[in-house]
Every structure is written in structure tokens, then in C-alpha cells.
């Protein structure tokens, strides 16, 4: 690990500080007593939570047969329990350990499903700890373990024996335990959050638990004022996380009420700000842009999310603290990324994507990012983080912000972004024809002397979009790399529904009934790329590039314009 040391400095405290979380988180969990024999009847469990995630009766089927669709990733048991299965990726084991799969068993809802739902969960319990994967007992899936299986305890408990009730109590209280002695070693972000969720949750489910409904409220809120953003968005950036915070939150605020007991304000208040935001980042055809980790939507649990949203209006225009702008007229929506990177405790999911838009119009996602692909193979997902893989500009092929280069320290961070942008300057107008963006990043300041400005320019009727990119020196002599290739290059990559065909001088954008035409004052061309939010797995597109030598050329002026 030497090397990543020497390549970033600030790689040694996170490594350190991340060292030191595992051991305290290691330390309590192994000052916990040992589990009891039975749980007390006062803890039986009054009430369960509802599950706002989609529900399949199929997958439930699938299970039975033995083929298991979880995390992009297709398991064939062949007669084997599915938790012995090796040579899975993480994603996969975290997904399946999680158990919120029984979703489909509760959908299902017949005694044959009740059965097999109860006898998975029961071969998990006679495992020991050994025996079972270490991302099994990490703390977002231990905790997301917790929320499943309050909410899906009637599908288990229909028709149980005492024996598998008695194992059952005794593993959940277990769970609930260890959650709470080691909540504060819980790695930052929406990890430390679902931890002080299915806290919460537990202390409703069980009034009789020690935890305390008051201590687990206040906790919780304490984590979601320091975790979300005034303007609703979460210290990730990451648009998706706002979905999996609320598809856990908007349930444990109406658990509160349906058991009479207070609503903790920061809960009310956390909700509030993130709907608005989660609607902000949606565009016409329900997807959320993709920016900082978002991936292959889920438009039947935003819709359900956002039915909650009592306010019901026009969505935001800006998100000042995450670092987000949306331009919006007639039937056309811009969002782009004005945002520093998020602090690299919080970053694993990010990219190096400043400065890049994502454009829709009439419902049609035209140009995009590449997203983050569903499958988390290693080189697919540095790749999707990269500066290259989003519509905004590269120098010489590099990313705007920075990544560990080594794949050690990598598995031992979760892929920390470092700096890259420290300032991204953001100023927006309404003039008589439309509105003026223009922001502007130093995140090419130490490589090349650079700051690139972007300014956007919607027209009031959403049928036109003019863009300028300049590059300004900054402090220092700019220097080119080595490199026979010129040194700009601007990308817009295209939804892979867009149909691209080159006219002359322009290009000729179209999905479905929207037909737009794309010129610049440098040559485009059409080159191959990949999109990876997309849930059959990536699929071939398009982009549109267009390079230059910016050191001839400083500024280069591009146009999207609506075919009349």
C-alpha cells in the first residue's frame, strides 16, 4: 500500500482513521454479551413496519427453483443454501444477507411461500458467524437486515413452531443489540444513518426493548440534521441515496403515528426538505439525473416516495449546500453539477463529474451521464466514475477529481474521490430570453493550470440550449501534457434510446417525438460509448465529441436547438 501513500498524501489519514473505526467497531462488538436463551414476552413484537419497495411474487418463485436474481448478478443454487454459496461478488452477498428480498415472499403472501421464506431465514440462523461472509455483518447490512425483518415478521411467524420463534427472537435481539453498541463506529454516511434507522425502528417494534424510543429518536435525529442538507440533499451528492433514505424514513415516521407516538420534529423536518429535493433531480420520463453513484432507477419507488411530497409544486431551481442547479421552460430540463466533491469519508460512491448536464425534453432523456453501472465489477466502476464518462469537458483524457491508484487501499476505503475542484464558483440570471447559468472549477488548476468555465444559456420557450466552455489560466504557468492528442475534449453522452445521425456540419438528435439538432464551432463527430444505468446491465450508445487544443483555442460555443 506504500505507492497509494506516495501517489496522495491525505490517502494515509483516511487509511488511519478507517483503521481505527473497524477496531472500535470490533472492540464493542465483542464486549457483547453472550445471546440469551429466550427473549422476555415483553418484547414481543406489537407492530411492523410497511415496505414501500416493489414486490415480485415471481422472484419468490425464483427462490424455490433455485435462481436468484440479486445486485445484477444471477445465482444458480443447484440444490445448495444460498448463503453457502462462494465466489459471489459483495454486492451480491450484501444484497442477499440483507433479506429484504422477503418483500416477494410477503407479496406472495400464500403458506407455501410462508414456509420457504421461514426455512430461509431459519438455514441462516443455524450458520455460525464464520460460515457466513464478512459484508454479512457489516453495519448497512446488518441494518437493513433488522428493517426486513421487522416488516416481513408476519410472512415468518405464520404458522411457526416455538422453536424457530425462539431462535428468531433471540437473533433479532441480537441484531438490535450489536447495532446499538456500535453505532457510532458505523462508517459515515447512509451506513451510521440506516444503523439509527432500524434502531428506531426496533424501539416502535418492541416497546419493551431497552433501547428507548426517546434515545433512539433523538439519535436518529441528531444523524439526519447533520446527514441532509438544508436544501434536502445528503452529504453524498449522490440523488439515489435521497430514495434509499426516504423508502426506510417516510415508513418509520408513519410507524411513529400509526403507534401513537410522537414523530421526532427532525424526522418530520428531514422529510420535508428531502421530497422536494428527490423531485428536483427527476426528470420527465421519472429517472433521476445521473450524477455521484445514481444508477438504474427505480420509477415505481420514486413515484410511491413522491406521493408523499404534499407540496406538489414546480421543483427546485437550485441546491446551493449539494451543490446543484436546474434549468427549466416549456418541456425542456437541464441539471448540472456545481458541487466541491463530497468529503472523502462519504465519497466511495462519487465522481469526477463536475461541471457535467444532464438534458431532457418532453419527457425524453436526450443527453446524459454514464451513470453507475448495476454490476460493481472494479474496472466497470472506475470507469463510470471517471471525468470521461460524464457530458462535460476532460484535459488530456484526466479526470477532474482524483482516485486512489491503488486497488488495495480501494477494497479497504470503498474508492474514496479526493479534491480535484476546491472552488466552484456558481452564478445564475433570468434575462429577457431565458436564463443564464455560469459556474466555473479548478480542478485542472494542478495539472495543466486551468479553470474551466461553463455558462448554459435555456431559452424561455425550451427550444434552444446554448452552451460556451472557456478555459482560463490560473495561478501558475499552464503546461501540456505529454501527449500528441489535443489537449480539450467536450462529450455529450447520448441516452441510448437517442437515434444520432451526422448532417453536414450538425448532428441530428431524435427520440420519439423530440428532434433536436446539435452544432459547435469545433468539428463533431459521433464515437461509440456505454451507458450503464440501465437494468438489463450496460448497453451501447453514442456521444458527441468535440476536441480542440486549448492552448490555441480557449473558448469553444456549442448549440442544442428544438427541429421546428
Same mark, same amino acid.
Given at each position: 500500500?506504500?505507492?497509494?501513500?506516495?501517489?496522495?498524501? =491525505?490517502?494515509?489519514?483516511?487509511?488511519?482513521?478507517?483503521?481505527?473505526?473497524?477496531?472500535?467497531?470490533?472492540?464493542?462488538?465483542?464486549?457483547?454479551?453472550?445471546?440469551?436463551?429466550?427473549?422476555?414476552?415483553?418484547?414481543?413484537?406489537?407492530?411492523?413496519?410497511? !415496505?414501500?419497495?416493489?414486490?415480485?411474487?415471481?422472484?419468490?418463485?425464483?427462490?424455490?427453483?433455485?435462481?436468484?436474481?440479486?445486485?445484477?448478478?444471477?445465482?444458480?443454487?443447484?440444490? =445448495?443454501?444460498? @448463503?453457502?454459496?462462494t465466489d459471489v461478488p459483495d454486492a451480491f452477498a450484501a444484497e442477499l444477507n440483507s433479506f429484504e428480498w422477503l418483500r416477494h415472499f410477503t407479496e406472495s403472501g400464500d403458506a407455501l411461500s410462508s414456509e420457504h421464506a421461514r426455512t430461509l431465514v431459519a438455514d441462516w440462523l443455524r450458520l455460525k458467524r464464520r460460515q457466513l461472509p464478512r459484508i454479512a455483518f457489516d453495519h448497512e447490512t446488518s441494518a437493513r437486515r433488522v428493517i426486513a425483518w421487522y416488516a416481513h415478521a408476519p410472512i415468518l411467524m405464520r404458522r411457526a413452531d416455538d422453536a424457530f420463534a425462539r431462535r428468531f427472537a433471540r437473533a433479532l435481539d441480537d441484531e438490535v443489540r450489536r447495532l446499538k453498541r456500535t453505532a457510532n463506529a458505523a462508517p459515515d454516511g447512509l451506513a451510521r444513518l440506516r444503523v439509527r434507522m432500524a434502531i428506531a425502528f426496533a424501539a416502535v417494534a418492541q416497546p419493551g426493548?431497552?433501547?428507548?424510543?426517546?434515545?433512539?429518536?433523538?439519535?436518529?435525529?441528531?444523524?439526519?440534521?447533520?446527514?441532509?442538507?438544508?436544501?434536502?440533499?445528503?452529504?453524498?451528492?449522490?440523488?439515489?441515496?435521497?430514495?434509499?433514505?426516504?423508502?426506510?424514513?417516510?415508513?418509520?415516521?408513519?410507524?411513529?403515528?400509526?403507534?401513537?407516538?410522537?414523530?421526532?420534529?427532525?424526522?418530520?423536518?428531514?422529510?420535508?426538505?428531502?421530497?422536494?429535493?428527490?423531485?428536483?433531480?427527476?426528470?420527465?420520463?421519472?429517472?433521476?439525473?445521473? @450524477?455521484?453513484?445514481?444508477?438504474?432507477?427505480?420509477?415505481?419507488?420514486?413515484?410511491?416516495?413522491?406521493?408523499?411530497?404534499?407540496?406538489?409544486?414546480?421543483?427546485?431551481?437550485?441546491?446551493?449546500?449539494?451543490?446543484?442547479?436546474?434549468?427549466?421552460?416549456?418541456?425542456?430540463?437541464?441539471?448540472?453539477?456545481?458541487?466541491?466533491?463530497?468529503?472523502?469519508?462519504?465519497?466511495?460512491?462519487?465522481?469526477?463529474?463536475?461541471?457535467?448536464?444532464?438534458?431532457?425534453?418532453?419527457?425524453?432523456?436526450?443527453?446524459?451521464?454514464?451513470?453507475?453501472?448495476?454490476?460493481? !465489477?472494479?474496472?466497470?466502476?472506475?470507469?463510470?466514475?471517471?471525468?470521461?464518462?460524464?457530458?462535460?469537458?476532460?484535459?488530456? %483524457?484526466?479526470?477532474?477529481?482524483?482516485?486512489?491508484?491503488?486497488?488495495?487501499?480501494?477494497?479497504?476505503?470503498?474508492?474514496?474521490?479526493?479534491?480535484?475542484?476546491?472552488?466552484?464558483?456558481?452564478?445564475?440570471?433570468?434575462?429577457?430570453?431565458?436564463?443564464?447559468?455560469?459556474?466555473?472549477?479548478?480542478?485542472? =488548476?494542478?495539472?495543466?493550470?486551468?479553470?474551466?468555465?461553463?455558462?448554459?444559456?435555456?431559452?424561455?420557450?425550451?427550444?434552444?440550449?446554448?452552451?460556451?466552455?472557456?478555459?482560463?489560466?490560473?495561478?501558475?504557468?499552464?503546461?501540456?501534457?505529454?501527449?500528441?492528442?489535443?489537449?480539450?475534449?467536450?462529450?455529450?453522452?447520448?441516452?441510448?434510446?437517442?437515434?444520432?445521425?451526422?448532417?453536414?456540419?450538425?448532428?441530428?438528435?431524435?427520440?420519439?417525438?423530440?428532434? #433536436?439538432?446539435?452544432?459547435?464551432?469545433?468539428?463533431?463527430?459521433?464515437? !461509440?460509448?456505454?451507458?450503464?444505468? %440501465?437494468?438489463?446491465?450496460? =448497453?451501447?450508445?453514442?456521444?458527441?465529441?468535440?476536441?480542440?487544443?486549448?492552448?490555441?483555442?480557449?473558448?469553444?460555443? #456549442?448549440?442544442?436547438?428544438?427541429?421546428?
Amino acid at each position: 500500500m506504500t505507492a497509494g501513500f506516495v501517489d496522495e498524501p =491525505r490517502l494515509a489519514g483516511l487509511m488511519l482513521r478507517e483503521a481505527g473505526r473497524r477496531l472500535r467497531s470490533g472492540l464493542r462488538a465483542a464486549g457483547l454479551p453472550g445471546l440469551r436463551l429466550a427473549a422476555p414476552a415483553s418484547e414481543a413484537i406489537v407492530a411492523v413496519p410497511t !415496505d414501500l419497495r416493489r414486490a415480485d411474487a415471481a422472484i419468490a418463485r425464483a427462490f424455490y427453483v433455485g435462481h436468484i436474481w440479486l445486485a445484477g448478478h444471477l445465482v444458480h443454487l443447484e440444490g =445448495r443454501s444460498p @448463503f453457502l454459496v462462494t465466489d459471489v461478488p459483495d454486492a451480491f452477498a450484501a444484497e442477499l444477507n440483507s433479506f429484504e428480498w422477503l418483500r416477494h415472499f410477503t407479496e406472495s403472501g400464500d403458506a407455501l411461500s410462508s414456509e420457504h421464506a421461514r426455512t430461509l431465514v431459519a438455514d441462516w440462523l443455524r450458520l455460525k458467524r464464520r460460515q457466513l461472509p464478512r459484508i454479512a455483518f457489516d453495519h448497512e447490512t446488518s441494518a437493513r437486515r433488522v428493517i426486513a425483518w421487522y416488516a416481513h415478521a408476519p410472512i415468518l411467524m405464520r404458522r411457526a413452531d416455538d422453536a424457530f420463534a425462539r431462535r428468531f427472537a433471540r437473533a433479532l435481539d441480537d441484531e438490535v443489540r450489536r447495532l446499538k453498541r456500535t453505532a457510532n463506529a458505523a462508517p459515515d454516511g447512509l451506513a451510521r444513518l440506516r444503523v439509527r434507522m432500524a434502531i428506531a425502528f426496533a424501539a416502535v417494534a418492541q416497546p419493551g426493548r431497552t433501547c428507548g424510543a426517546k434515545a433512539a429518536a433523538r439519535h436518529l435525529g441528531d444523524e439526519l440534521e447533520r446527514q441532509i442538507h438544508p436544501d434536502g440533499g445528503h452529504i453524498s451528492r449522490n440523488p439515489a441515496t435521497l430514495v434509499a433514505i426516504l423508502a426506510d424514513l417516510l415508513p418509520l415516521r408513519q410507524f411513529y403515528a400509526n403507534q401513537n407516538k410522537p414523530v421526532p420534529r427532525s424526522l418530520f423536518s428531514a422529510v420535508d426538505r428531502m421530497l422536494p429535493a428527490l423531485r428536483f433531480f427527476r426528470h420527465g420520463d421519472g429517472a433521476l439525473a445521473l @450524477f455521484n453513484g445514481a444508477g438504474v432507477p427505480d420509477h415505481h419507488l420514486t413515484a410511491a416516495l413522491l406521493r408523499y411530497d404534499e407540496t406538489l409544486g414546480e421543483p427546485l431551481s437550485q441546491m446551493r449546500q449539494s451543490g446543484y442547479q436546474r434549468l427549466a421552460a416549456g418541456r425542456t430540463v437541464v441539471i448540472t453539477d456545481t458541487g466541491l466533491p463530497p468529503a472523502p469519508e462519504v465519497s466511495s460512491e462519487a465522481h469526477a463529474g463536475t461541471l457535467a448536464f444532464e438534458f431532457s425534453a418532453g419527457g425524453r432523456r436526450m443527453i446524459v451521464n454514464c451513470g453507475a453501472p448495476t454490476r460493481l !465489477d472494479a474496472g466497470w466502476r472506475r470507469l463510470s466514475r471517471a471525468t470521461a464518462a460524464h457530458s462535460t469537458m476532460t484535459l488530456n %483524457d484526466h479526470s477532474s477529481s482524483r482516485f486512489s491508484r491503488s486497488e488495495r487501499l480501494d477494497r479497504f476505503l470503498g474508492g474514496p474521490l479526493m479534491p480535484g475542484p476546491t472552488r466552484v464558483p456558481t452564478t445564475r440570471e433570468e434575462i429577457g430570453e431565458g436564463q443564464i447559468l455560469t459556474a466555473a472549477h479548478d480542478g485542472y =488548476r494542478q495539472g495543466f493550470g486551468f479553470v474551466h468555465e461553463r455558462q448554459l444559456f435555456l431559452a424561455r420557450d425550451g427550444a434552444r440550449i446554448d452552451g460556451v466552455d472557456r478555459l482560463f489560466h490560473a495561478a501558475g504557468r499552464a503546461h501540456r501534457m505529454a501527449s500528441d492528442e489535443p489537449m480539450g475534449m467536450l462529450r455529450f453522452h447520448l441516452h441510448p434510446d437517442v437515434s444520432a445521425t451526422q448532417a453536414g456540419d450538425g448532428i441530428r438528435l431524435e427520440h420519439g417525438e423530440e428532434v #433536436w439538432w446539435f452544432g459547435s464551432e469545433g468539428e463533431a463527430k459521433l464515437e !461509440d460509448s456505454i451507458f450503464f444505468a %440501465d437494468g438489463a446491465g450496460a =448497453r451501447r450508445t453514442k456521444q458527441i465529441t468535440v476536441a480542440f487544443d486549448c492552448l490555441e483555442h480557449r473558448e469553444l460555443s #456549442w448549440r442544442l436547438e428544438r427541429e421546428s
